[in-house]
């Protein structure tokens, strides 16, 4: 069995969508060493939640883990450039799950140290594609799944059709195939997001 870390790590150097607070990581003196840990409930790897938008929804704490932990799909879009439309995704097998991941060019941008505004994301015809395919949770491996010029709609379409939005993955190192995925938040009592640890266990 092989287990995949497809979490980014938490640090200062970690880029940050633009308008969020940056990650702050300081070292308290005294006789034991404690970190106090300042960031944003969308830093790194995260969830969207319908809060995010405004929307009515459960909170982090109230968010069933089963819908978190389960079989899932990876889809290898790495060649392909450009938005990640209805086209693309119909070249794809069917899902034959409810949790699916989009490894694209994205994760290479984990090696700069300042967000990079030209990240490939999901148009809303793609969004609506993949709720008719009964997709429940999609992930994508970089700071958000919408394009950084989007007015919020893909966003909406996902979580009004109750979607979980997996972000800030880093699929680098996980080939197109079938795996179990575990994601657990942090128990945030939030109803917009929470940062997470995701891995994925071989089949």
Known sequence: MKIIDI???LNETLPVFPGDPP????????????SSLSLASHSGTHLDLPGHLGLDG????DLPLEQMIGPCQVWDLSEHRGPIDEALLARRPEPVGPKVLLRTGNSRLWQEKTFCADYQALTADGAAWLISRGVRLIGIDYL?????????????????????????LDLRGVSAGSYELICLP??????????????LRSL
């Open 186 to 199: 942090l128990k945030l009592a939030s109803c917009d997001g929470a940062p997470c640890r995701a891995v």
């Open 23 to 34: 990650l702050v990581l300081a070292q308290q003196g005294g006789a034991f060493a404690v």
């Open 58 to 61: 459960p909170s982090v704490v």
């Open 7 to 9: 979490s980014v790590p």
């Open 144 to 168: 958000s799944i919408e394009a950084p010029s989007g007015d919020g709609t893909v966003h909406r379409l996902l979580l009004e059709a109750g979607l979980i939005i997996l972000e800030g």
